[in-house]
């Protein structure tokens, strides 16, 4: 018996869809791969040891920032989300 799996394809334009999408879920503690989400911002956790995310800056493009110091630290409405799949 063979089963393909096809994801759903869904367009996220803001954070807005991403979160009503039903297929990412809120989490307290991040893990590598997680979502950090402020309104109009999105950021993938690369180390949250480290509170490191990948995301794309006007200023340095697509960069390593930190959610824990500074800009991201200061701007409020930061949560996470984990994309989970069922089979």
């Known amino acids: 018996v063979f089963t393909e799996w096809i994801p759903q394809v869904v367009h996220y334009q803001t954070t807005n869809t991403i979160e009503q999408s039903g297929l990412f879920f809120p989490v307290g503690a991040p893990q590598c ?18 509170k490191s995310f990948i995301g794309a800056q006007e200023k340095t493009g697509v960069a390593d920032a930190n959610y ?7 701007r409020k409405g930061m949560r996470f989300r984990r994309f989970v799949h069922f089979f």
């Not at 791969?33 to 480290?50: E, K």
């Open 68 to 74: 824990g110091k500074d800009y991201w630290a200061k």
């Open 33 to 50: 791969g997680d979502l950090v989400l402020w309104d109009g911002h999105v950021g993938i956790v690369r180390d949250p040891g480290s």
